[in-house]
């Protein structure tokens, strides 16, 4: 009989393993299951498959199939060779008895039936019901009318009288949802809930969102299938029932609910219901509940899910501008219990930024264009002595050599077209160290019965770091330090300037560069007006130059401009000092003055040489000039308006102030007797110009050229961690201030104190990660320089727009013309906005054991006492300039005070891993209107648990969550599965397989202690030198 069987064409046939891992050949024909040696021996074993049942084990290290028995013979086991084929042989297995067959044929005669009443109620249609056909053949699909950025469609699931195969188990069950696309009919996974278990009736609290750029349609449909599941650690599941519905049946029903049969792959056996609730968050439901009971421990009580209607969090006019800001997201639902067993509503949201990209391309090219000026600054200083001539042709070189890789930098981002954040794989690559590491939005909408709709935001980011140029040597924070100590104790061939002096200079250049211009054109608007013999704007024109002119003569009120004029002078060739210099009490710079008898030898020197010869009055001289001809120009206009006013008399006494101008005829034509006096203002001030440029780019000179190259490789890493650090800070502001704009004492608050912005660091002090937090700490603490100014959009395009040069930015930041219209009139007029970052660091990983034992934390002690120091200082001025009511009621300032002082505490007591510093830091933030941000080494796993469980807290403290749940809506947040459109296995950022492992994978067992202290000293030996092997 079995050798007959050979000659038939099988149904399926593989290499299969079976019970003692012995290979088999699998030959299944109808409800025959043949098992042979090989492929083309004869069959061994021919197994039944009548009542029985399939059992399919999904794990991470083998994939495996067991068929139990109802008559109690053994168990066979089989093993596939993959998932794929595991699925397959599952399906077909289950389907090879003659019941399965019987349900088969009925399943497919309710579709023939189901077919034919579709296309009998309307013939005209295809075989989507609502689908049209487009002049291309191409057929349409009913979009779903929704509010604009809300999800397309939101639904919640529960289960009723769900089957279990043996009356004595409980069921752990979870749905996983399936699209059905209409024009591909193709069967794509798309979430799943949580496991829910014990119970045959469970409600399940993760529901399904669509984002509002999901192509889902009325005609799509969705599948729904229910899984038990017996062993959780192995991911061991079975199949219970499964259902279809489509998009339309829900949306269209009259109470927004459907209950639909679950049965077998066979479409025979009904195992349960299934109910789907569509959810429309924050809208009115006509005062319609839901009261759903259930059966479990953690679920005794009925949940009650009711709707009322709220203020809206945003509206439409807010979108265009927050659309060109964040992209891509993916969203989650949940349902938690309330104290008061009431439904609330959550909505997660995870979506990219376009700042990841934007803004370190805008810094880059202003820092190109900023390096340009500085190289030919230095051309321009004209002839030098050959060994400052020398320095200076050294110094451009290297500049020359930085600035073509900033270029370079620009030129590769400038071609990526890929995904619009930096995953945490890509941190090392050199092309994008400029840009930040999986910043994204992480928001929290939560819909309470009884309270006002709330959101909760947090920025999400990667630490802002050097990777690519590593931690060998510490980060910026040793580096910085280390070279400023070299500067001054090293004999370097140039004059020492301290870091303040160097500041200045790059200030004062600054300053001459947006000065200079403006007043020019100010002058020119001063002539026309006289030409046009219009007395008012001629007034106006007046104002604004003495404004600007007035700016510009103080920005040279400094000692470092008149003793850098010196030192400029001691560098030209041919200077040669006939009489030692006295030395000069000077608060800008310190020490004795050292000489040499020529140029050449000049060595490093600790202040300014002074030179008998030079005459440091002519400085005093030049720079005076400007604000005479100022004076000038002033006398003549009140001069020609005073003759305006009374132009039928005769021509008045003198004025006695215009003895200097020398100009003493006011007849004529105004613009006739403006002019001369116009050109000597600008010939005064060009003369101040070229000397002030020369001397500021000679202290710069001094800079470079007493740290080549250490000094541009020190900017290079500083200018890339501050990228990063500023693109979270944009995007942080932005929403900020989108979510805030109608709250008037927030908006007062903004102008009138600043804006708090708190990181929340999670990075250890051992190893590598300690040069990320010295690098994260230096570039937050610039951030403190970086100025923001709300303008009005002129065109669709609401990117913000970024000016200035290193460490004085300010970000523009472009808002509708609606949107623009709510902001105050201080706002409104371009005050300018100032920040106030604060970093708290606590490390929590094993590597910050280690730390804490053998290691050292001095470095988290003091970044967390300075920042301490700068909240309180924020609190201060909140507290002295802010209304006590500007606070929301439940947010005293009393409980401000006490929070600060329990941080205070906390910070002082060094406790080993006191994650209080950071709850208490977060609360603090929250209650000033602060801006969150949450931080790692890569923005992944850390991050995720710290903000999971500060999104559960505040539903804990702020919405009632339900004690009994908090664990549970813990689970939700955190688990896997329930993330849109992914494989069990898949890295939601990488998408790379990962195991969920550990990622140190060198500590032993710890029962092995237990045997020895001798074994605690060779295991904490083997652990150390293993770290150190692997981060060395």
């Given amino acids: 009989m079995l050798l007959q069987l050979k000659s038939v064409e099988y149904e399926r046939e593989r290499v299969s393993f079976v019970e003692d891992k012995k290979e088999r050949w699998c030959r299944l024909k109808r409800n025959l299951l043949f098992l042979t040696k090989n492929k083309s021996s004869e069959a061994s074993e021919v197994v039944i498959l009548e009542r029985c049942w399939i059992v399919e084990f999904r794990s991470k290290t083998d994939v495996s199939i067991v068929l139990k028995f109802q008559s109690g ?18 399906v077909a297995l289950g389907e090879a008895n003659s019941e399965g067959l019987q349900n088969k044929i009925q399943q497919l005669r309710r579709l023939i ?13 295809q075989f989507v019901p609502s689908s049209q056909v487009d002049s291309l053949g191409e057929p349409c699909f009913t979009s779903i009318q929704r509010i604009a950025n809300e999800p397309k469609l939101e639904f919640s699931l529960a289960c009723k009288d769900l089957v279990t195969a043996t009356r004595d188990r409980k069921l752990n069950t979870f749905v996983q949802v399936s699209v059905l696309y209409p024009a591909e009919h193709i069967l794509t996974r798309y979430s799943s809930t949580e496991i829910v278990e014990g119970t045959k009736d469970p409600l399940f609290l993760t529901g399904v969102t669509f984002p509002p750029e999901y192509p889902i349609y009325e005609e799509t449909k969705i599948k729904l ?62 005062g319609e509940t839901d009261h759903i009971t259930t059966d479990t421990q953690d679920q005794k009580c009925a949940l009650v899910r009711e709707c009322a209607a709220t203020e809206g969090i945003s509206g439409k006019d807010n979108l265009p501008s927050l659309n060109a800001v964040l992209k891509n997201p993916i969203c989650k639902l949940y349902r938690f219990p309330t104290s008061d067993n009431k439904w609330m509503r959550i909505r997660e949201q995870m979506a990219e930024t376009t700042l990841s990209f934007h803004v370190p391309k805008e810094l880059i090219n202003l820092h190109i264009k900023e390096d340009m000026r500085r190289n030919q600054e230095l051309k321009d200083l004209g002839e030098l002595a050959p060994h400052w001539d020398n320095m200076r042709k050294s110094v451009i070189a290297h500049c020359d050599q930085m600035l073509s890789m900033y270029q370079d930098t620009l030129a590769e981002l400038g071609k990526h077209t890929g995904s619009s954040f930096k995953s945490s794989c890509s941190k090392g690559e050199k092309t994008l160290e400029f840009i930040p590491i999986n910043l994204h939005l992480q928001r929290m909408h939560v819909h309470s019965p009884r309270l006002k709709d709330a959101l909760y935001d947090v920025i999400t980011v990667g630490a802002p770091a050097a990777h690519f140029q590593g931690f060998k040597n510490g980060g910026l924070r040793k580096l910085l330090s280390k070279f400023e100590a070299e500067r001054r104790n090293t004999g370097y061939q140039c004059i020492y300037y301290s870091p303040e002096n160097t500041a200045k200079a790059k200030e004062v250049l600054s300053n001459i560069n947006h000065l200079q211009p403006l007043i020019s054109s100010h002058a020119d608007l001063l002539l026309n007006s006289a030409s046009q013999h219009s007395p008012d704007s001629l007034k106006n024109s007046l104002k604004m130059l003495s404004e600007k002119t007035e700016l510009f003569v103080h920005a040279f009120k400094d000692q470092l401009v008149r003793s850098a004029l010196l030192a400029l002078y001691t560098a030209r060739p041919g200077c040669v000092l006939k009489k030692p210099a006295m030395p000069k009490n000077s608060t800008e710079e310190g020490g004795d003055l050292q000489h040499q008898d020529h140029p050449s030898q000049i060595k490093r020197q600790d202040s300014i040489p002074h030179h008998s010869e030079y005459d440091e009055e002519e400085w005093d001289r030049v ?6 001809s100022l004076n000038c120009v002033i006398a003549m206009v009140d001069r020609l308006l005073e003759k305006d006013n009374v132009s039928n008399t005769k ?57 080549l190259p250490q000094c541009l490789m020190l900017t290079l890493r500083r200018d890339i961690v501050f990228s990063q650090a500023l693109a979270g800070l944009v995007c942080g502001f932005i929403i900020k201030l989108h979510t805030g704009l109608h709250d008037q004492g927030f908006l007062q608050q903004l102008h009138t104190v600043g804006l708090l912005v708190q990181y929340e660091g999670l990075l250890s002090t051992y190893s590598e990660e300690a040069g990320m937090l010295e690098d994260m700490a230096v570039g937050i603490s610039d951030l403190q320089k970086v100025m923001f100014k709300v303008i009005e959009a002129k065109s669709e395009d609401f990117l913000p727009i970024i000016t200035g040069r290193r460490e004085h930015y300010v970000i523009e930041v472009q808002l509708p013309a609606k949107m623009f219209e709510l902001l105050p009139q201080e706002i409104k007029e371009g005050k300018l906005l100032r920040m106030y970052p604060v970093l708290f660091n606590v490390g929590i990983n094993e590597q910050q054991t280690l730390a804490e034992r053998f290691g050292d934390t001095t470095l988290q002690e003091n970044i967390n006492q300075e920042n301490l120091e700068l909240l309180k200082k924020y609190y201060k001025l909140f507290t002295e300039k802010m209304p006590p009511d500007c606070l929301p009621h439940f947010q005293e300032q009393n409980d401000l005070k006490g929070l600060l002082e329990n941080l205070h505490q906390n910070i002082q007591a060094k406790k080993r891993k006191n994650v209080e510093i950071m709850w208490l830091a977060a609360t603090i933030c929250r ?16 991050t995720s648990m710290s903000v999971t469980l500060e999104q559960c807290s505040i539903l804990r403290d702020e919405h009632q969550l339900h004690k009994d749940f908090f664990i549970r809506a813990l689970d939700c947040m955190r688990s896997r599965q329930i993330q849109g459109a992914l494989n069990e296995s898949d890295d939601p950022e990488t998408g790379c397989l990962t195991d969920n492992k550990p990622t140190s994978r060198h500590f032993y067992p710890v029962a092995l202690l237990l045997v020895s202290s001798h074994l605690l000293v060779v295991w904490l030996i083997l652990s150390l030198a293993l770290l150190l092997a692997k981060y060395q």
């Fill in 113 to 125: 039936m189901e077919i034919k009443e579709e296309r009998s109620s309307d013939e005209a249609r």
């Fill in 651 to 707: 021509e008045g006494e003198n004025d006695p102030s215009a003895a200097d101008c020398k100009v003493f005829h006011t007849g004529g034509d105004w613009y006739e007797q403006l002019y001369p006096l116009v050109i000597t203002l600008k010939d005064c001030m060009g003369e101040v110009v070229t000397r002030a440029k020369q001397s500021m780019a000679f202290v710069l000179l001094q800079e470079l050229a007493c740290g």
């Fill in 623 to 628: 720079w005076a000039n400007v604000g005479k």
């Fill in 225 to 286: 299938t229910v899984y038990d599941v017996k062993d959780k650690s192995q991911d061991t599941r079975s199949f219970l029932g499964c259902t279809t519905f489509r998009v339309a049946d829900l949306v269209k029903s009259k109470e927004q609910q459907l209950t639909l049969t679950l049965r077998t792959s066979d479409g025979g056996k009904t195992v349960g219901t299934i109910e789907v609730n569509l959810v429309k968050m924050g809208e009115l439901e006509d």
């Fill in 73 to 90: 013979e053994p168990d066979l086991y089989l093993e596939a060779a993959s998932k794929p084929d595991c699925e397959s042989w599952a």
């Fill in 927 to 942: 209650k000033m209107n602060g801006v969150r941000f949450t931080c790692c080494k890569s923005a992944k796993d850390r």
